[in-house]
C-alpha cells in the first residue's frame, strides 16, 4: 500500500492564483519530500523537509509538515502556466536512512491562460 | 554529467518474452530504485538497491528481477513478460545524506 496519499487528485487554477496540495501518510516519517513531473518525463525534486521541521520555502514554493496529524501541503504562489504538471509527495518507509521511498498517487495541477 | 541514463526508451514485447532495463547513474549514489508508473496509480516501487552488493523488494516485486551491478549500474529483468506489465519504468538514484532522488528519463513498455 502506498504511504502518501495527495488531495486533491486534480486542481484547475488561472494563472496568477495560488495552488495548495495535500499530502496524508500513514507511518512516521524521518523526512518528507515533494516532486514534479512534467508529461511524459521523470520527476523532478522540489523540496525535502525532515521531520523536526515544520515550514520551508523555496522560490514560490512554501511546504508545512504537520506530523501529529501526519500530513503536510504545498504551496505553489502565483501560478504560472509553467507549473502544469503532476505534483507528488514521497516519504521514507523506515528509520534506516537507507530505506525505501514511497511515492503518492500525485495531484494533477493545471494552469488556465 | 548525463545523471541517470536509462535504456532503451521504447520497447514492445510479445506475452512470454524476456528483456532488461538498463540504467545507469554517474552520480557516485549509494542507493537506487526501480519503480513503474501506470495512469492513476502514481509510482510504485518494484525493487531496490541500498548500497553496492544488497537489493530488496519494494511495493510490487512479483515477475521481476534485479542485479546491481556495481555501483554504477542497476538492471531490471522481465523473465516472462506479461501484458499487466506493461507500463513506464523509472530508475533512480539517491544521494544518501540529502535523500533527494534523481530520476532517469524512462522506460515506456508495452507487452502484447
Known amino acids: 500500500s502506498q504511504q502518501g496519499e495527495e488531495d486533491p487528485q486534480a486542481l484547475s487554477i488561472q494563472e496568477g492564483e495560488n495552488a495548495t496540495m495535500n499530502c496524508s501518510y500513514k507511518t512516521s516519517i524521518n523526512n518528507l519530500q515533494w516532486y514534479r513531473q512534467n508529461s511524459g518525463r521523470g520527476l523532478v525534486h522540489l523540496i525535502l523537509i525532515r521531520s523536526n521541521e515544520r515550514e520551508k520555502h523555496s522560490g514560490r514554493l512554501r511546504v508545512t509538515l504537520d506530523t501529529s496529524k501526519k500530513s503536510s501541503s504545498l504551496l505553489i504562489t502565483a501560478s504560472r502556466a509553467a507549473d502544469t504538471a503532476s505534483y507528488f509527495c514521497a516519504t521514507d518507509a523506515g528509520m534506516n536512512r537507507d530505506d525505501k521511498i514511497i511515492f503518492g498517487k500525485g495531484t494533477r495541477l493545471h494552469i488556465l491562460p | 554529467n548525463a545523471g541517470v541514463t536509462q535504456t532503451p526508451k521504447f520497447q514492445v514485447l510479445k506475452t512470454g518474452q524476456s528483456m532488461t532495463l538498463q540504467c545507469a547513474q554517474d552520480?557516485?549514489?549509494?542507493?537506487m530504485y526501480w519503480y513503474r508508473q501506470d495512469p492513476g496509480m502514481g509510482l510504485r516501487l518494484i525493487y531496490y538497491?541500498?548500497?553496492?552488493?544488497?537489493?530488496d523488494k519494494g511495493e510490487v516485486p512479483n515477475g521481476y528481477n534485479v542485479s546491481r551491478l556495481n555501483k554504477r549500474e542497476f538492471s531490471l529483468r522481465l523473465e516472462s513478460a506479461a501484458p499487466s506489465q506493461t507500463s513506464v519504468y523509472f530508475c533512480a538514484s539517491t544521494d544518501r545524506i540529502f535523500y533527494e532522488q534523481y530520476f532517469g528519463p524512462g522506460t515506456r513498455l508495452t507487452v502484447t
Open positions: 538497491s541500498a548500497s553496492e552488493g544488497t537489493t
Open positions: 552520480m557516485n549514489h549509494n542507493s
